[in-house]
């Protein structure tokens, strides 16, 4: 079956594009993933596609200090999206939980403040904040008290949301 058989709007739109992304690497690692995230930047401007997901980047066990990998996290984010307001391509920040960052309201508004770029806004996944019962945790993991706050905390800097 042809996809303009079924789609009454004949012309379906590309929203955003998923970039692989893990801002909270070093070395090489760290250099080769800013390349990547320019590289789908480059793809998502010549198709028209307004907007990139990324990722944060995963805090582990062993890890740096959250804070330092916020901090590294929002250093490889604003390169890309001084390159993004080059092209005119919208970098969406998509929180998760599962050791990734952000995974909480907080940690994405201190990366959504820290990079500070008009081609850098959140992508709201409300079933994957820690603690929200589209993962199972159920709200009593969130430490910000309830999936609500989270969401009420990065609300406004929202240009897309995913419902679960």
């Given at each position: 079956m042809r996809i303009g058989h079924t789609n009454k709007c004949k012309s379906p739109r590309v929203r955003s594009i998923g970039v692989p992304t893990n801002h909270a690497q070093e070395g090489a690692d760290y250099d080769e993933n800013i390349a990547r995230l320019k590289q789908w930047i480059d793809i998502a401007a010549k198709m028209g596609v307004p907007m990139v997901r990324t990722f944060g980047g995963w805090h582990r066990p062993g890890m740096p200090s959250e804070e330092e990998?916020?901090?590294?996290?929002?250093?490889?984010?604003?390169?890309?999206?001084?390159?993004?307001?080059?092209?005119?391509?919208?970098?969406?920040?998509?929180?998760?939980?599962?050791?990734?960052?952000?995974?909480?309201?907080?940690?994405?508004?201190?990366?959504?403040?820290?990079?500070?770029?008009?081609?850098?806004?959140?992508?709201?996944?409300?079933?994957?904040?820690?603690?929200?019962?589209?993962?199972?945790?159920?709200?009593?993991?969130?430490?910000?008290?309830?999936?609500?706050?989270?969401?009420?905390?990065?609300?406004?800097?929202?240009?897309?949301?995913?419902?679960?």
């Open positions: 990998t916020i901090e590294r996290i929002i250093g490889s984010i604003k390169v890309c999206a001084a390159y993004a307001a080059e092209k005119k391509v919208l970098i969406g920040l998509h929180n998760h939980n599962h050791g990734q960052i952000p995974s909480t309201g907080a940690q994405a508004l201190k990366i959504l403040d820290g990079v500070a770029s008009p081609y850098f806004v959140g992508l709201m996944d409300t079933g994957q904040w820690h603690g929200s019962p589209g993962i199972g945790e159920g709200p009593e993991g969130n430490e910000e008290g309830t999936e609500r706050g989270t969401v009420d905390a990065k609300f406004d800097y929202m240009a897309s949301i995913r419902m679960w």
